[in-house]
């Protein structure tokens, strides 16, 4: 019995370390959430208001470009999947995964060839230990980025929206990431960011202001207007993106540390209670050993006597 009692008190001392882990990355995910949030919200009406205005633009105009015409035959679309760099987020990474695998499905049904962006250490190791192709990634700024970050990703993808397809372009360009709706429900979506489809935009826009687009005069041309917003636009979507993944992933882990912590203290619970039945099994014991031995040094005794 001895024996089993070390064996719970090292258990128990094992799982107090790992509640002591836990608490302590619940604290720091929770502490984190709060300056997320704040990006999030400061991030939001900018990239929604240059939303409005390029769909604005493009409304008002009758000229064929990239950020809002589409193909008549579409060939190859491009998916950005923004997953962590670290783990113990319960399911944030692999929820976003299966967003990106059902949506690459789905482009593929309607006969497209789909070409892989990955944000995130997550999603590379995913594809890499699958062996599937990735044309570029990023890892090293999911829990807090900035908007040069976002602007180092959107490069290759606007250059590629530019390209024509015969030379390595793309048709499309779609956006997997995680949206950040309260601090208990985070939900992976799919976005297709270019070509805008401004009928549904302009419903939107309209729906959340309240707002009739505005008409705008071009200088100097319309086609330089847009090429000019191009950028700011992808790179504005895309920043946005990151910090609700950001919020989204600090969400995530503080709710999985909290559970983890709670296990471990149902678990110290159990052990401590499986240790003190062990203990007094022992105090048990050790009695009736001693209670044995008085009477047989009795009965012994008695014997002598006679």
């Known amino acids: 019995m001895g024996a089993q009692l ?8 094992s799982v107090t370390a790992t509640k002591k882990i836990t608490k302590a990355m619940e604290m720091i995910a929770a502490s984190r959430i709060v300056k997320a949030q704040r990006q999030v919200a400061a991030s939001t009406p900018y990239a929604s208001e240059l939303t409005r205005a390029v769909t604005a633009v493009a409304t008002g105009s009758n000229t064929k470009h990239a950020l809002t015409t589409e193909a008549e035959n579409p060939v190859r679309a491009a998916v950005l999947l923004v997953t962590s760099d670290r783990g113990l987020a319960g399911g944030y990474s692999s929820n976003a995964i299966k967003t990106a695998e059902r949506l690459t499905e789905r482009l593929r049904a309607e006969g497209k060839d789909v070409v892989t962006y990955i944000v995130g250490r997550k999603g590379v190791a995913y594809y890499g230990f699958r062996d599937r192709p990735v044309v570029e990634s990023w890892t090293g700024f999911t829990d807090s980025p900035t908007y040069a970050d976002a602007k180092r990703v959107a490069g290759p993808l606007i250059e590629a929206v530019r390209q024509d397809t015969a030379e390595g372009g793309v048709d499309e360009l779609h956006i997997v990431f995680t949206e950040f709706v309260s601090m208990m429900t985070q939900t992976p979506v799919d976005n297709r960011l270019l070509p805008l489809s401004l009928e549904a935009t302009a419903e939107e826009t309209e729906a959340a202001t309240g707002k009739i687009l505005p008409l705008y005069e071009f200088e100097p041309s319309v086609e330089g207007v ?30 999985a540390m909290k559970s983890a912590t709670d296990n471990a203290e149902e678990l110290i619970k159990s052990l401590t209670r499986l240790a003190n039945a062990a203990r007094q099994a022992d105090i048990t014991q050790e009695i009736s050993e001693i209670v044995g031995g008085a009477s047989a040094l009795a009965d012994a005794t008695a014997g002598s006597d006679k």
């Open 226 to 255: 847009l090429d000019a917003l191009l950028p700011r636009y992808v790179e504005s979507r895309i920043y946005n993106a990151l910090l609700q993944s950001a919020a989204s992933e600090h969400a995530a882990r503080r709710r």
């Open 6 to 13: 070390r064996v719970y008190k090292r258990r128990i001392k």
